[in-house]
Structure formats: structure tokens, C-alpha cells
């Protein structure tokens, strides 16, 4: 069992930056792929961001290629999401997850998933 807490969500203004953290216990870390997803009032959850087990390979939301840039450190067990430029539609709870080997952007094969951090981006 992996078990996935976020952090470092809050209320950010338009433009600014914001680095989200995700640390991850119960699990050997470097076997697990792992992605970032969003899910904004009145929307269903969509992908963000995922980074496989060494970090050489990542893939974006076309839509945010350029500005969200995925991480991990395998020492720490943690994955990160630095958001720059942020726009009032990043608005959203942001969640971690994760899954054994294959990097995948389908949220329905990810195992694990943490609560949830809320990012607010205000104007």
C-alpha cells in the first residue's frame, strides 16, 4: 500500500508560481510511475502531468506544455509539480498518483492516489 500526501497548494495571483509536493510512503518509490491530475469546480479530473521511475521520460497536457514542469527526487520519495504563469483556470484541487512501472496519462490505471491539495489562483 502507497500511501500519497500533497502539499504546498493555496492562494496564488494570476502570473505568480506555485510548487506542489507530493511525498510518498509505504512503497519502494523508484518503482512506481507517477503523475499529476486536477480537478476544477464543476469539471471532471483531467491529467496534468506524469514522470516514470527514472524521470527520463514525461509527458504533458498539451495545454500546459511550457508552463507546469514535473519532478521527482527518488531519494526524498517525493514528485513535484512547479507551475509558473499560473491563469485563474489552473484554479483546481490537485492530486497525486501513482502506479507499478508503465507511465500512462489514463487516470482509471493509476493505484494510488493522495487527497488532494487545492491551488486558487486569484486576479
Known amino acids: 500500500q502507497v500511501l500519497l500526501v500533497e502539499s504546498g497548494g493555496g492562494l496564488v495571483q494570476a502570473g505568480g508560481s506555485v510548487k506542489l509536493s507530493c511525498a510518498a510512503s509505504?512503497?519502494?518509490?523508484?518503482?512506481?510511475?507517477m503523475a499529476w491530475f486536477r480537478q476544477a469546480p464543476g469539471k471532471e479530473r483531467e491529467f496534468v502531468a506524469a514522470?516514470?521511475?527514472?524521470?527520463?521520460?514525461?509527458y504533458y497536457a498539451d495545454s500546459l506544455k511550457g508552463r507546469f514542469t514535473i519532478s521527482r527526487d527518488n531519494a526524498k520519495n517525493a514528485v513535484y509539480l512547479q507551475m509558473n504563469s499560473l491563469k485563474r483556470e489552473d484554479t483546481a484541487v490537485y492530486y497525486c498518483?501513482?502506479?507499478?512501472?508503465?507511465?500512462?496519462?489514463?487516470?482509471?490505471?493509476?493505484?494510488?492516489w493522495g487527497q488532494g491539495t487545492q491551488v486558487t489562483v486569484s486576479s
Open positions: 509505504g512503497g519502494t518509490f523508484s518503482d512506481y510511475a
Open positions: 498518483a501513482a502506479r507499478r512501472v508503465v507511465l500512462t496519462t489514463n487516470e482509471g490505471l493509476y493505484d494510488y
Open positions: 514522470i516514470n521511475w527514472s524521470g527520463r521520460s514525461i
